[in-house]
């Protein structure tokens, strides 16, 4: 993925409003994201406004896409987001080598790049001592569909071929599976519906019931299958 990357999804928007489901996920890393974060593959903030709720001391927003990287740079111009965030455009070679994090985060970023494991060890090596790295991303090759296509995902994930790219340096403090219900939506979508893009509707549904009933089947399924994979990795 290199400075002049052009995202190809329209899906940004679309999910912006999904609080249910980054209410759900902030829930399981926000104790990390403290001192200095970098968020790689920013895209226009609708992430980080959930997520960054003032415990950081700093957050880079690391952002290839040039229209995306401006729509970051004047929301913050705008006070729209956190008075701790700064926008950079490009990748992790565009990030001073110099300059290290306490928590990095790549929040259905990592499934875009094509040499994921290459990411993570530069990601690594930007990390502090006892620092975090943090990886959101969609579970289950078998679920790539007409969508993954359309947004120009690379690969889904499950708990194997993540673990497979985990750098030697990091230890794992947690690998699981969120949004149980969501994944029968995806499978329902890959067999039958085909879509490459939802409708706004099917979002709406998707985070205002799905999302709730999966904070309970999660965890009476103890995290075992869901829609997406998380994972969280230390550096010791």
């Not at 290199?2 to 190809?8: A, E």
């Not at 928007?13 to 999904?18: G, N, S, T, V, Y």
């Not at 990748?91 to 970023?109: A, H, P, Q, R």
């Not at 099917?202 to 904070?215: A, E, G, R, T």
Request: proline letters at 3%; a positive charge; hydrophobic letters at 40%.
């Amino acid at each position: 993925m290199s400075k002049d990357y052009k995202y190809p999804g329209e899906e940004l928007q679309l999910f912006e409003k999904a609080t249910n489901w980054k209410n759900y996920f902030a829930s399981h890393i926000s104790v990390f994201l403290k001192g200095r974060v970098l968020e790689v593959g920013a895209g226009i903030g609708g992430t980080t406004l959930l997520l960054n709720k003032g415990n950081a001391d700093n957050w880079l927003l690391l952002e290839p896409d040039e229209t995306m990287w401006q729509t970051l740079q004047q929301k913050i111009n705008d006070n729209i987001l956190p008075s701790n965030c700064r926008a950079v455009q490009g990748t992790l070679n565009s990030v001073d080598k110099n300059e290290k994090f306490d928590c990095i985060i790549y929040i259905d970023v990592l499934e875009h790049i094509e040499n994921d494991a290459a990411e993570l060890k530069k990601a690594t090596d930007l990390l502090v001592q006892g620092g975090y790295l943090i990886i959101l991303s969609p579970a289950f090759q078998f679920l790539f569909s007409p969508f993954d296509k359309a947004i120009g995902h690379y690969r889904r994930y499950n708990r194997k071929t993540l673990s497979a790219i985990q750098p030697a340096s990091l230890t794992k403090r947690k690998v699981t599976y969120l949004d149980s219900i969501g994944f029968f939506a995806s499978l329902l979508n890959k067999i039958l519906l085909r879509q490459s893009y939802p409708a706004k509707k099917q979002v709406q549904l998707w985070d205002q019931w799905m999302i709730p009933m999966s904070k309970i089947t999660d965890r009476i399924f103890f995290y075992s299958f869901g829609k997406s994979i998380l994972a969280v990795w230390k550096k010791q």
